[in-house]
């Protein structure tokens, strides 16, 4: 996964776990495309302080992503759902519907 997709994931998922200001340095890094030093100047310090919290983030929720894994289910689910969706494009003939019952099973498993 690209690493801004998954960082922007993580985000999604584990954001409301950080403090405000985290979620605030990490929008204005991830989400707004800021450089370091556009959020140090917003923030009034130091480049360095911005690298850090940053890393610090980043390791925050990669932790909580190792402990949970919230974000690998749901591209696992993602992905059925899609095979289903191809699945139904075209004539439902028996070998069909049996993939479509297995997809369902699997994603009834996932959650």
């Given amino acids: 996964m690209e690493d801004k997709i998954k960082s922007g994931f ?3 998922f584990y954001g409301e776990l ?3 200001r985290q979620r605030s ?12 030093s556009e959020i140090a100047d917003t923030l009034s310090i130091s480049r360095q302080g911005v690298h850090d919290l940053l890393k610090r ?7 909580y992503e190792a402990k949970l894994h919230l ?7 993602r992905s059925d759902v899609i095979s289903i969706n191809e699945l139904t494009k075209g004539q439902a003939d028996a070998h069909t519907m049996a993939e479509i019952s ?6 009834l ?3």
């Fill in 10 to 12: 993580l985000y999604d």
């Fill in 18 to 20: 950080l403090t405000e």
């Fill in 25 to 36: 340095v990490y929008e204005m890094s991830v989400l707004d495309d800021l450089s370091l």
């Fill in 57 to 63: 983030v980043d390791h925050q929720l990669e932790d």
């Fill in 71 to 77: 974000v690998e289910k749901f591209m696992n689910i």
């Fill in 102 to 107: 297995r997809l369902s099973s699997l994603i």
């Fill in 109 to 111: 498993e996932e959650l």
